[in-house]
């Protein structure tokens, strides 16, 4: 309807179950998501929201009919932090808190997930910060990069698109550097180099 190119499901148990107000009904989801898959003629990405995805995960999605993964891993923003500061109650905020460290790591998520399926298209987000975590995530065996919160306070100031394109412009001379650093020639050099060595 709005001619959109792919459609993007996340995934948010964690959040749904600290927020006061979240919906923990995840019952049959699986079978929904192979119907969405089905019923679609654009490619379903399947993501998390920064407590990642695994290979056993990854590779249940992909047989539902999933066409590529974003792993979201833990270790940059945490919804289950969000939602412990939005709590008014103690029990409420103590609950949220016990999960801030909840999750598989980005890093680890990206390899688990580009070994267990070679071919299937992986975004490495969850934590990203520079050029570096991007050159790292690619490195690791994800075909693309991605980073929410760092946008966030520069696409709220005064001048946001300025602001935005000057700070994705740095970590496209970071990623440069870190290639140029490492040996990789091009994107495809970079691809796996960290995976093939382990
Ligand atoms: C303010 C904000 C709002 C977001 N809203 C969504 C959303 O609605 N759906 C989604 O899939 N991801 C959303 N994200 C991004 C993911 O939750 C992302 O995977 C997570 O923030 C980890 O990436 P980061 O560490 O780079 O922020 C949002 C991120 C931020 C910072």
Same mark, same amino acid.
């Given at each position: 309807?709005?001619?959109?190119?792919?459609?993007?499901?996340?995934?948010?148990?964690?959040?749904?179950?600290?927020?006061?107000?979240?919906?923990?009904?995840?019952?049959?989801?699986?079978?929904?998501?192979?119907?969405?898959? *089905?019923?679609?003629?654009?490619?379903?990405? =399947?993501?998390?929201? #920064?407590?990642? &995805? /695994? +290979?056993?995960?990854?590779?249940? @999605?992909?047989?539902?009919?999933?066409?590529?993964?974003?792993?979201?891993?833990?270790?940059?923003?945490?919804?289950?932090e969000?939602?412990?500061?939005?709590?008014?109650?103690?029990?409420?905020?103590?609950?949220?808190?016990?999960?801030?460290?909840?999750?598989?790591?980005?890093?680890?998520?990206?390899?688990?997930?580009?070994?267990?399926?070679?071919?299937?298209?992986?975004?490495?987000?969850?934590?990203? *910060?520079?050029?570096v975590?991007?050159?790292? =995530?690619?490195?690791? #065996?994800?075909? &693309? /990069? +991605?980073?929410?919160?760092?946008? @966030?306070?520069?696409?709220?100031?005064?001048?946001?698109?300025e602001?935005?394109?000057?700070?994705l412009?740095?970590?496209?001379?970071?990623?440069?550097?870190?290639?140029?650093?490492?040996?990789?020639?091009?994107?495809?050099?970079?691809?796996?180099?960290?995976?093939?060595?382990?």
């Amino acid at each position: 309807m709005i001619e959109a190119d792919a459609l993007i499901l996340h995934l948010n148990p964690l959040q749904e179950a600290v927020q006061p107000e979240g919906n923990t009904n995840f019952k049959g989801l699986l079978a929904k998501i192979e119907q969405v898959c *089905r019923a679609l003629p654009v490619p379903v990405i =399947a993501k998390e929201v #920064g407590n990642g &995805i /695994g +290979a056993a995960t990854a590779r249940r @999605l992909i047989e539902a009919g999933v066409w590529g993964i974003d792993v979201a891993g833990a270790g940059g923003t945490s919804w289950s932090e969000v939602e412990r500061f939005r709590h008014t109650t103690d029990a409420g905020n103590r609950v949220a808190g016990a999960f801030a460290g909840w999750g598989i790591p980005t890093t680890e998520a990206i390899r688990q997930v580009r070994a267990a399926l070679p071919h299937v298209p992986l975004i490495g987000s969850g934590g990203v *910060r520079s050029g570096v975590d991007l050159a790292k =995530a690619i490195a690791l #065996g994800a075909d &693309i /990069g +991605a980073t929410a919160k760092p946008a @966030l306070g520069p696409a709220s100031g005064a001048q946001a698109t300025e602001a935005v394109i000057t700070g994705l412009g740095a970590y496209i001379a970071e990623l440069r550097v870190a290639m140029f650093c490492s040996g990789c020639a091009n994107l495809q050099a970079l691809r796996g180099l960290a995976l093939e060595r382990m």
